[in-house]
DNA sequence: AAGTGAGTCAACCGCACGAGA
DNA sequence: TTCTCGTGCGGTTGACTCACT
């Protein structure tokens, strides 16, 4: 990545983007190309910062940028990818052509985490021996306010969070460090600070909260059991809703991340 | 008609990460 | 190896709209 000893930092204009500013980025873009987002203002004409320039680009110039409602279909794959992926935007929003994370991400706060949440208490009403957090609580930041373990017993699931959290599947009877040694190696160089062992049929889920803070996502542990015999049961206890897994969803979520190494580059 | 509160969304802010110097 | 800076990301803000009183 170069670098530039130029600074274009005075009298910048903030706030909403005119027409005219607008087309002068297009225009710029349009010639030249994206990227040197720093310099783009100088050469564009524009007083606004680069990150103004990219921002606007990004998310509402771009000539494929989708613009208006979302889909039930989207709707219904951003919750399953929010549940799976917690508020990773960027990588919600590549999975979705056209939608930009901003988007999504606004999209969500207003209207899909009040959706999701009522999907949850309708479920919470039917006969059910699972017990699940809201996924609402993805934002709350410890998956320590859910059952402890101990209470857990073969009839009752109790769901990890699919955010802030890590889960390693493996088989009962064998040892946390058995467990430690098939996690990520970034996960490995945090203190666990919480640890739940949740029984799920013959395989065991654990839930680890590090207190470096740097702790891991699903999609993690998704890389880690994707292909693997135990990731069935990790989708137990994750996913869309569904208890059971099912053929439809390993193959939904195997599809998912099988991106040629594009998601496991990114962690 | 005016006031007000909730909802929406574009834009900003601060931070982390990675790569070049 | 360290420093600096560009880029990208998620959280937050604030302006605007609209429904309701």
């Excluded at 799920?200 to 909260?209: D, G, I, Q, T």
């Excluded at 059991?225 to 193959?251: I, K, Q, R, T, Y």
């Amino acid at each position: 990545m170069g670098r530039s000893s130029y600074s274009f930092e005075e009298g910048l204009n903030k706030g909403a983007w005119t027409t005219s500013e607008d087309n002068l980025l297009i225009n710029y873009i349009n010639k030249h190309g994206e990227g040197k987002w720093t310099t783009i203002p100088y050469k564009a004409g524009l007083k606004r910062s680069g990150k103004s320039c990219r921002l606007r680009w990004l998310n509402y110039l771009r000539p494929n940028v989708k613009r208006g409602n979302f889909s039930e279909e989207e709707d219904d794959l951003i919750i399953r990818l929010h549940k799976l992926l917690g508020n990773r935007w960027s990588l919600i929003a590549g999975r979705l052509p056209g939608r930009t994370d901003n988007e999504i991400k606004n999209y969500w706060n207003t209207t899909l985490a009040k959706k999701s949440r009522f999907l949850h208490l309708s479920q919470m009403h039917q006969p059910s021996n699972i017990q699940r957090p809201p996924a609402s609580d993805h934002l709350l930041p410890s998956s320590s306010t859910y059952p402890s373990p101990q209470a857990t017993n073969n009839k009752t699931l109790n769901r990890p969070m699919a955010i802030r959290c890590d889960k390693v599947a493996f088989p009962v009877g064998e040892s946390s460090a058995v467990a430690a040694s098939v996690m990520p190696e970034t996960i490995k160089a945090g203190t666990i600070i919480e640890e739940e062992l949740v029984q799920v049929k013959e395989n065991m889920v654990m839930n680890c909260s590090f207190e470096d803070g740097n702790v891991a996502v699903s999609d993690q542990a998704v890389m880690e059991f994707n292909g693997l015999p135990d990731f069935e049961s990790w989708m137990l206890n994750d996913v869309d809703g569904d208890c059971l897994p099912d053929a439809e969803n390993v193959e939904w979520l195997t599809s998912l991340f099988d991106m040629e190494g594009e998601l496991q580059k990114q962690l």
